[in-house]
């Protein structure tokens, strides 16, 4: 326990606060926010092990309030497509040069992102089909980089569903994803009892800062819905192609 309360703890504190405001309004996002601080405080496993351990009890939290809105039928395609490709990421990982994959997807991320902007949406819902080619993108991404929203966040901005719909998909979405992963990690023991501790004195933040977020999200029309969301993969695709070890 000694370990867990440092002064890093105070920062992770502040990223997890940012986190869970993004996260409670537009439905993800968290990790986005997480990631670039926790891997500098701590080991790799330990940072990925405590964010996938937050972002289910995020889950828990925000899940009640939008299961009315989600749309099963095509969230459940979705998710399985998803954790089937998982493990074709995470050999890709394995094989390719990680900062050419991370360009690549972050620029392929970034051409999308501008078409949206530019105001083209499907006229017609992909169905099953198109659900579960976004879930397998996601899912192999994710494995390979750990960051496997983006397709996922596209495919639903590009569909006609208003702004709480998509915010119920994307968290129920996050359910099973972030489900999987922690089952993956606890087999492979990166569930310690520092995660453990460090995750628990982490959760009361990022409580208050959900709560704040889904405030936020009920003071805000689909239009502001819609440009925070594509603000936020802008964000991530131009931090993928400008980062530099």
């Keep these: 326990m000694e370990s867990v309360l440092q002064p890093s703890l105070l920062i992770a504190m502040g990223a997890t606060f940012l986190a869970g405001i993004v996260r409670g309004f537009s439905g993800f996002g968290a ?8 891997a500098i405080l701590f080991a ?33 395609p979705m998710t399985v497509a998803a954790w089937l490709t998982i493990p074709l990421g995470s050999y890709v990982l394995l094989s390719l ?54 397709p996922v966040v596209l495919y639903l901005l590009a569909g006609p569903n208003p702004a709480r719909t998509n915010r119920a998909n994307l968290i129920l979405y996050y359910t099973f994803l972030n489900g999987g992963t922690c089952v993956s990690l606890l087999a492979h023991g990166a569930f310690t009892l520092e995660t453990v501790y460090r995750s628990l004195a982490l ?40 980062y530099t070890r």
């Design 44 to 76: 790799p496993a330990q940072a990925v092990a405590t964010m996938a351990g937050l972002g289910t009890l995020a889950s828990v939290q925000l899940l009640p309030g939008s299961l009315r809105h989600a749309e099963w039928r095509e969230m459940a």
């Design 97 to 150: 040069e990680p900062d050419l994959m991370r360009r690549g997807i972050s620029g392929l991320v970034l051409a999308m992102v501008l078409v949206l902007m530019s105001g083209w949406r499907y006229p017609v819902k992909p169905g099953p089909w198109g659900a579960s080619g976004a879930g397998a993108l996601s899912g192999a991404i994710n494995g390979a980089t750990g960051v496997g929203g983006p």
């Design 203 to 242: 959760w009361p933040v990022q409580v208050v800062s959900l709560y704040v977020g889904s405030w936020l999200f009920t003071r805000a029309n689909d239009a502001i819905y819609r440009r925070i969301a594509m603000g936020l993969l802008l964000a991530v695709a131009l931090g993928g192609l400008l």
């Design 31 to 38: 990790a986005m926010m997480q990631a670039p601080v926790f």
